[in-house]
């Protein structure tokens, strides 16, 4: 199993600006997947972007893939107070479980 | 909701006492991932269990083991408890394709005074 690194570790913006943060993974991967926690609990998928995709979009969510750089990035448009969260990016291979990394922080104040 | 419950929500235990904290998977799911997740961290995998066998690891000790049953809801035993293992504990379960993602339940808030 691998973990992915998340970049930056905290991020704070003000509502309607958007929010870019960045994973980065080692080894090759079937696919990586993009969590948000509310505070204390549990995760909530996001988005799940296969090795052969390069770009996936889901409402003002929009993530891109590059596996020559082993990286991931995720950009959350028009962002909300309510998008207020710490996001985690898990790479999956086979028979692999998913590794989290520590996340990034997003605070968005009104 | 997600379908995956997990009970129960809080729990205050003493240290060197023992702890077995329950996950219910969602249906059709085969596979149960267990987390320990401590204030201001990520969370981290403890083990996972794919059709009632243990096919994955993290860097935890013996004392913490865990089972998952036929209907594949899942047990997380820590033995020993020491004050570290406070923490939300965290279970996860997918499907069986590579390509699903995991559904997570709200945790257990485990305090060892």
């Known amino acids: 199993s691998q973990q992915g690194e998340e970049d930056p570790q905290a991020l704070s913006i003000q509502e309607g600006e958007n929010a870019t943060m960045n994973c980065s993974y080692k080894?090759?991967?079937?696919?990586l997947q993009w969590y948000r926690q509310n505070s204390g609990r549990g995760l909530v998928h996001l988005i799940l972007?296969?090795?052969?995709?390069r770009e996936k979009h889901s409402g003002r969510l929009r993530v891109t893939l590059d596996t020559s750089k082993k990286s991931s990035s995720l950009l959350i448009t028009a962002s909300r107070a309510a998008d207020t969260a710490s996001y985690f990016c898990a790479p999956l291979t086979p028979g692999t479980a998913l590794i989290f990394g520590k996340g990034t922080t997003l605070s968005v104040s009104s | 909701e997600t379908g995956v419950t997990q009970s129960p929500t809080h729990l205050i235990k003493t240290r060197g006492q023992q702890v077995t904290l329950r996950c219910s998977s969602q249906?059709?799911?085969?596979?149960v991932s267990w987390y320990q997740q401590a204030l201001g961290q990520g969370p981290q995998f403890i083990f996972q269990?794919?059709?009632?066998?243990?096919?994955g690891r993290g860097n935890f000790p013996p004392r913490f083991s865990g089972l998952q049953f036929p209907n594949y809801s899942s047990e997380l035993n820590v033995n020993a408890l020491e004050l570290d293992d406070s923490a939300l504990y965290l279970c996860a379960s997918r499907g069986k394709s590579m390509n699903t993602e995991a559904f997570f339940g709200q945790g257990t808030r485990l305090t060892v005074v």
């Open positions: 269990y794919y059709r009632e066998e243990e096919n």
């Open positions: 080894t090759s991967i079937n696919n």
């Open positions: 249906s059709g799911h085969n596979t």
């Open positions: 972007i296969r090795s052969n995709e």
